[in-house]
């Protein structure tokens, strides 16, 4: 797939840098203002009567209506430029809303469209956060959580014709730390021979928005840890929805209000100002990763690399290359001699940092087994595919000469 355009029929790497700011609201400034402001001033009595009514939804706007601001917990002007700016990035994307992390944006979501006695579908292995959620929150709440091994087509089609009331699909492809690849056409195929099609929503934060076009595939909702490649600094944690139908968005919109779980002003701006480089982060860290994980498959110490571009299995090949344009930054090692290997290999790398998350200029390396899911129970670990030796890696932007010459020297003290 090549990128997609937008309807504006610009790019979205021009259209992210032309849309959806005005400098004259903010006295001719080039670059958005900050509005810290937790409080808006009315014109008169009447515009804050007629503010509230829309709010409540008791009169709908009239067509190019400008609605006046009320409380920042509602809605801010930082969150209405980034949620305007971000929207050309996700191709198929009409609508968006921003969270203070990737888990509200994920639990309002859930919230939103899934009642009791409905059941939502989801892959596993999925982000440790979300499958938390799903079964220690939401399953006593009377919504019933049904995992499905990702990647298997047959096994989620079979999941979703036996889960009563499916609300929701929650797909995360690739998953996390294996990169096992999901086929979201299939899933959204399987979804529409439903009565009652439930809504497929993709965690599009490991490939997305420059790799994965999960709307464009027909899903109805793109989920993001924004901490991670959109923000792209290991500097702030934040969280984006967003949808081709707008009207998905407006029944978030209002549970956001409800929960107060909106991206603050100063976070705002901070993602905004990230947007027009996610695709050179993204680009650059793909490139790196190809490389090194090509050079360390042949690596004695190393029994395997996950890696897209290395998959063994044809039918993961063959996802990965109708769904994904590259093969992105994160990748995976197998060390020969488990825990110990992995530790040391840890122990010893100077440029990668051992830390959890991913998606940042900076390369980041962990431990899955020990870390990010060590709630797994053995039966869960055989079944994801991690194994004692599993060493996460999250390659950044640095040369990849200089990060393989480090895994290299990392390696040969194992
Ligand atoms: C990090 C992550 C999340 C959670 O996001 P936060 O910003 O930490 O709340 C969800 N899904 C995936 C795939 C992630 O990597």
Redesign the pocket.
């Known amino acids: 797939m090549s990128q997609p355009r937008h309807p504006s029929g610009l790019d979205p790497r021009t259209e992210v840098l032309t849309r959806g700011f005005d400098p004259s609201l903010s006295v001719g400034s080039a670059r958005p203002a900050v509005f810290r402001s937790s409080t808006y001033v009315f014109s008169s009595p009447e515009a804050a009567e007629h503010a509230f009514d829309l709010m409540a939804g008791r009169v709908q706007p009239k067509p190019g209506e400008h609605v006046d601001l009320v409380y920042s917990r509602f809605n801010h002007p930082n969150a209405e430029i980034l949620e305007d700016q971000i929207v050309p990035l996700e191709a198929g994307a009409r609508s968006a809303l921003v969270f203070n992390?990737?888990?509200a944006a994920?639990m309002t979501a859930l919230l939103t469209f899934a009642r009791p006695g409905d059941s939502i579908v989801y892959t596993v292995p999925i982000?440790g956060?979300?499958q938390h959620f799903i079964q220690d929150f939401l399953e006593p709440w009377g919504i019933i959580g049904i995992p499905a091994p990702a990647g298997d087509g047959k096994a989620i089609a079979a999941a979703m014709a036996a889960a009563p009331r499916p609300a929701v699909v929650l797909v995360?492809t690739p998953g996390?730390p294996t990169l096992i690849m999901t086929d979201i056409d299939a899933v959204v195929r399987q979804g529409r021979s439903h009565a009652v099609p439930p809504l497929v929503m993709v965690?599009n934060?490991?490939l997305g928005p420059t790799f994965q076009h999960p709307l464009v595939l027909g899903a109805d909702m793109v989920l993001y840890?924004a901490?991670?490649y959109l923000s792209g600094f290991s500097d702030m944690?934040?969280?984006v929805a967003m949808a081709s139908d707008a009207g998905l968005i407006r029944r978030m919109r209002s549970k956001r209000s409800l929960f107060g779980n909106i991206l603050q002003p100063d976070e705002c701006w901070m993602l905004d100002s990230r947007l027009p480089t996610v695709a050179l982060r993204m680009n650059r860290a793909s490139k790196n990763a190809q490389r090194i994980a090509a050079e360390l498959a042949r690596h004695p110490k190393i029994e395997r690399v996950l890696y897209p571009t290395l998959f063994p299995d044809p039918e993961q090949r063959r996802i990965f290359e109708a769904q994904c344009d590259y093969p992105g930054g994160m990748m995976s090692i197998e060390l020969r001699g488990g825990k110990p290997a992995a530790f040391e290999f840890l122990r010893h790398v100077r440029i990668a940092r051992n830390a959890v998350s991913?998606g940042g200029v900076e390369t980041l390396a962990c431990h899955p087994k020990s870390t990010t899911h060590s709630g797994f129970t053995e039966a869960e670990f055989a079944q994801a595919g991690i194994s004692d030796g599993l060493v996460r890696i999250s390659v950044g932007i640095e040369d990849w000469h200089d990060l393989l010459a480090d895994f290299e020297q990392a390696l040969a003290a194992v």
Do not use: A
């Open positions: 992390s990737g888990m994920i982000y956060g979300t995360e996390n965690d934060t490991l840890s901490t991670k944690i934040g969280g991913l």
